[in-house]
Nanobody, 123 residues
């Protein structure tokens, strides 16, 4: 499996922006579909966005569509999540994950997970 490390989380005011990054190590990064998940206290982990191995398809949860953008740079083995117009409801621990599936529709399809990075959006 590929090892993943997230960075870029922090505290931001509502309406602000953050850019999360995820670096992959140990395996060929481009072999994996990649996803961003988040989990807030009292809520299930949800898929925020995902991207196929070659970046030809992206998915966004309805709650973030139009505000977040997922991207990847296979040459650098990195995954990014640009988050704009942040809302307090976006507050959660964000995880990047790698899947051998094509779309990575479900969390069970992901075999590698990062340690998570906290995103806190104040009102």
């Amino acid at each position: 499996q590929v090892q993943l490390v997230e960075s870029g989380g922090g505290l931001v005011q509502a309406g602000g922006s953050l850019r999360l990054s995820c670096s992959g190590f140990g395996r060929t990064f481009s072999n994996y579909a990649m996803g961003w998940f988040r989990q807030a206290p009292g809520k299930e982990r949800e898929r925020v966005a995902s991207i196929t191995w070659n970046g030809d398809y992206t998915y966004y949860a309805d709650s973030v569509k139009g505000r977040f953008t997922i991207s990847r740079d296979n040459a650098k083995s990195t995954l990014s999540l640009q988050m704009n117009s942040l809302k307090p409801e976006d507050t959660a621990v964000y995880y990047c994950a790698a899947s051998r599936s094509y779309y990575g529709e479900k969390s069970a399809m992901y075999e590698s997970w990062g340690q998570g990075t906290q995103v806190t959006v104040s009102s």
